[in-house]
């Protein structure tokens, strides 16, 4: 049984490019989680997806970030127009259905603007 | 104040030690809650989840105090493998909110 995949593990994008994250939960699983991972700092919370829904979007940037988690294929992670801050490790989780239930985490994608 | 804390440490122990980690929460309506280990900023993995009359797992004990509002994480003989950083991870309806961590460092 797969865990849950992150690709790309490292992606460079300069200022103003856009990034896409990509996250497959582990199978069975149809709640997926993402988290950003500043240097030096803690997880955060972003948005917390079901399939063909957001269920809280309460730790996203308001503007530039967008998630997605379509029926078919992977959970989406969008960043637009990068700027330097937006360099970080984002994590995706999953879970089978909504917390207490456990989350598992992917190996993240490491994003560095330049 | 942030709505969960925790000690970021480090903490050194020699191996063999028993040593323990609190997480403070604000949030009284929280109503999971995990403790994670992360190694080397790679991605958390998940230790034990805390139940309200304890749990253990090996030399891993977890406890939850609602009263007083926090979770502890107590690891007894401690290896120079259970160096890591241990998150706690807080959940209310949906809303998780994870801790800063505690780096531990066990020295041989």
């Known amino acids: 049984n797969a865990g849950v995949m992150q690709n790309p593990r490292h992606l460079v994008r300069r200022r103003g490019q856009e990034a896409r994250l990509r996250c497959s939960p582990m199978?069975?699983?149809?709640?997926v989680y993402w988290y950003r991972q500043l240097p030096e700092e803690g997880l955060k919370f972003m948005v917390y997806l079901q399939k063909e829904n957001i269920i809280d979007e309460s730790g996203m940037p308001k503007e530039r970030f967008s998630a997605e988690f379509p029926k078919e294929g992977p959970s989406i992670l969008r960043i637009q127009q990068v700027v330097r801050g937006d360099s970080a490790a984002y994590f995706c989780a999953s879970s089978q259905s909504e917390t207490p239930y456990e989350q598992y985490f992917g190996p993240g994608t490491r994003l560095t603007v330049t | 104040r942030k709505e969960v804390e925790q000690d970021p440490g480090p903490f050194n122990v020699p191996e063999g030690a028993t040593v323990a980690f609190n997480c403070t929460y604000s949030?009284?309506?929280?109503?999971?809650f995990f403790w994670y280990r992360q190694d080397c900023r790679k991605e958390p993995k998940l230790l034990m989840s805390v139940y309200s009359s304890g749990n253990e797992d090996g030399r891993f004990t977890a406890q939850l105090n609602r009263a007083s509002q926090y979770i502890s994480l107590l690891i007894r003989d401690s290896k120079l493998s259970d160096s890591a950083t241990y998150l706690c991870l807080s959940s209310n309806t949906g809303k998780l909110i994870f801790g800063q961590g505690t780096t531990l460092q066990v020295k041989p």
């Open positions: 199978k069975g699983h149809s709640h």
């Open positions: 949030n009284s309506a929280s109503q999971s």
